[in-house]
């Protein structure tokens, strides 16, 4: 009989999680049971995300009669993951008032164990769920009433998603310089330009920046509109589809380039300042962005392990050899790490929603209390830069943990690598968050929230066999402390420091969260796993801090 190797298989997506079941038993407990039928669905859908590999979105621009359609159909897959979206309340479990403040602890736990089975489906709720957000800080009252209730409806025929375009051909980072233009037409506006990175073109609506006629250049100059896409009869409202784009990865997103001849909109606030008012936004697609990256890690790291006792070279299995065993800690506790400070995000999420049930209705936002806003302010984009990263490298490593297997298409396994590249790129690179934290540690008040939220994680974490990580964590958060200070006054220092400080700070806080966690886990017997994971976690390295000589960099670059 010739030898056949068996596949990785994956277990329940819940119970088989390292640090999750601990998570939620720790801040929301109830959900466990729901999240554990989940964590089968989750293994469900993978196999039919395997089955359903070769379908990718199609766009067709013309009918048989000669008329412009721009029609895209996408995967069965799509179809399904919309269905189950809304029903398991991806984007609604963030706005309702069950869990009280842990309602996006619920939300996101659901997301991290259904995600990596949806086939990037989390890109238009993402969208969704700060277009949710985006109005109900616009104090837009018309649109609040009209389109978050579909926006947040777990009914799948009700339920909405959302586009967000902001890139054009001038740029996805620097906004700025936005070519669309508005023209007052009637009661409304109406938008002329070229959109270069539109996902979820199926979506229902989108949000959008334009610059009315007449305004001054330059990000103030802008305002934010929302468009709805189709007309009652479903034609696009003056949109055309001119292709979708041939990615890397998240192929079965139907990311498009768009132009819009004259497409009506409706001024969600204030007529200039639109990237202002857009700000909601980014920081909740930054932090699902994190818990995309962690969960993309996840599901490479459960096929690995499971792989590694599925799989026998050079007379034991592959758990059972110390170097393949020791490569596995490694990359265990990366994903431990972030997956502590992604949650810790998403909790700060939900303080800066001023929980769930403020208000009759619940979904009107009153703000958190200023110390979390300063530290949230912060703490998301350390938390979406340091954890893209962490996921393209981990996510590499973890299929070359499958050998020779992880680098075919027909596993499955290299698309989970494709489809974490976008994760540094999308929502703003490592260097633009990077630079972001400075602007963000620059308004006062956020560096102290930073060192306090270190020190308070690390001061609950008494047990001896933390120390280390402890002391690790502490020390490099004095070296980034010390390094920001001195170089301030130095803008090309700071500024070519910057990615080095902000992943400095984003392991710094991840050690913290981590050991912090690992203290509960032994208090509530959760067992040494996590704490084995934060010493592990600071052997990996925490401190990146350094200044490089000028002159070497202008020779390297
Ligand atoms: C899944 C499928 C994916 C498909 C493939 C996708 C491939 C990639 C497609 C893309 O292109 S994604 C790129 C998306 N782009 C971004 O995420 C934007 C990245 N750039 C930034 O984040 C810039 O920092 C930013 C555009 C915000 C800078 O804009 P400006 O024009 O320099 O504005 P400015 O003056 O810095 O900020 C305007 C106001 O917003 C300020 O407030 P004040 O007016 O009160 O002073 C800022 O403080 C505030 N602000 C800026 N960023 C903020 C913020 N407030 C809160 N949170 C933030 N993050």
Redesign the pocket.
């Known amino acids: 009989m010739p030898f056949f190797q068996e596949p990785p298989r994956l277990g329940n997506q819940f119970d088989d999680d390292p640090l999750l079941p601990s998570w939620i038993d720790r801040f929301v407990p109830s959900v466990t049971e729901e999240l554990r039928s989940l964590g089968d669905v989750a293994v469900e859908y993978y196999g039919k995300q395997l089955a359903d590999r070769e379908n990718e979105p199609v766009l067709t621009q013309w009918d048989a009669w000669g008329n412009r359609i721009d029609k895209i159909e996408v995967s069965p897959l799509w179809h399904e993951a919309q269905k189950l979206a809304a029903k398991h309340g991806m984007v609604a479990a963030g706005y309702e008032a069950h869990y009280g403040k842990h309602a996006r602890t619920h939300q996101f736990a659901v997301v991290h164990v259904l995600g990596p089975s949806l086939d ?1 489906y ?2 238009p709720l993402a969208m969704t769920d700060g277009a949710t957000r985006t109005l109900l800080s616009s104090g837009n009252r018309a649109l609040i009433d009209r389109i978050v209730p579909r926006l947040t409806s777990r009914d799948p025929s009700i339920m909405w998603t959302s586009g967000q375009w ?2 054009e051909r001038t ?6 310089q936005t070519e669309t233009i508005a023209k007052p037409d009637g009661d409304g506006w109406r938008l002329y330009g070229t959109k ?2 539109t ?1 979820a073109t199926t979506s229902e609506m989108a949000l959008t920046l334009a610059r009315p006629e007449g305004n001054v250049l ?3 100059g802008l305002a934010l509109f929302f468009v709805e896409l189709r007309d009652a009869n479903g034609r696009l409202r003056n949109i055309q589809v001119n292709r979708l ?1 041939d ?1 890397l990865g ?1 192929r079965k ?1 139907p ?1 498009a380039e768009l132009t819009l001849d004259g497409t009506p909109a409706t001024l969600v606030g204030a007529v200039t ?1 639109g ?2 008012a857009i ?2 936004m ?2 909740i ?2 932090t699902w962005n994190a818990v995309s990256a962690v969960s993309g890690m996840r599901r490479g790291l459960a096929l690995a392990r499971d792989y590694a006792r599925r799989r026998k070279a050079f007379g034991a299995m592959l758990v059972d050899k110390p170097l393949h065993a020791d490569t596995l800690a490694m990359l265990e506790a990366e994903y431990a790490g972030a997956f502590c400070l992604a949650f810790r995000s998403v909790e700060l999420l939900g303080s800066l929603d001023g929980g769930p049930d403020m208000e009759p209705g619940g979904l009107t936002p009153t703000g958190g209390n200023d110390a979390d806003e300063r530290l949230a ?1 912060a703490l ?2 350390i938390a979406k830069l340091t954890t893209a990263k962490q996921a393209v490298a981990v996510i590499s490593d973890a299929i070359e943990a499958c050998g020779g297997a992880g680098y075919v298409e027909d596993t499955g396994l290299p698309r989970i690598l494709a489809d974490a590249q ?1 994760l540094p ?5 490592t260097n ?2 990077s ?2 934290t400075l ?2 540690l620059g ?1 006062g008040g956020a560096l102290e929230a930073i060192t306090a939220e270190v020190e308070g994680n690390c001061a609950a974490a008494t047990d001896r066999g933390l120390a280390r990580p402890i002391e690790a964590a502490r020390a490099a958060l004095r070296h980034a402390t010390a390094w920001v200070v001195e170089a301030m006054p130095q803008p090309d220092r700071l500024e070519a420091g910057a990615r080095r400080f902000a992943l400095t700070l984003g392991r710094t806080l991840e050690l913290a969260l981590l050991c912090r966690h690992a203290q509960w886990c032994l208090d509530h017997g959760h067992g040494p796993r996590t704490a084995a994971a934060a010493r592990r976690f600071a052997m990996n390295g925490v401190d990146l801090i350094g200044d490089a000589v000028l002159e070497d960099t202008k020779l390297l670059a």
């Not at 740029?171 to 700025?176: E, F, L, M, R």
């Not at 790129?425 to 690179?429: D, N, Q, S, Y």
Request: glycine content about 8%; some cysteine.
């Open positions: 990037v989390s890109c902001m890139t740029g996805g980072s620097d906004v700025s270069w990175f996902s330059g990000s103030r784009k990615k998240t997103v990311t300042d990237v202002r700000t909601p980014l920081s697609t930054r302010r998301v984009p976008v790129i999308w929502e703003g690179t633009v968050l630079l972001d602007r963000a308004k």
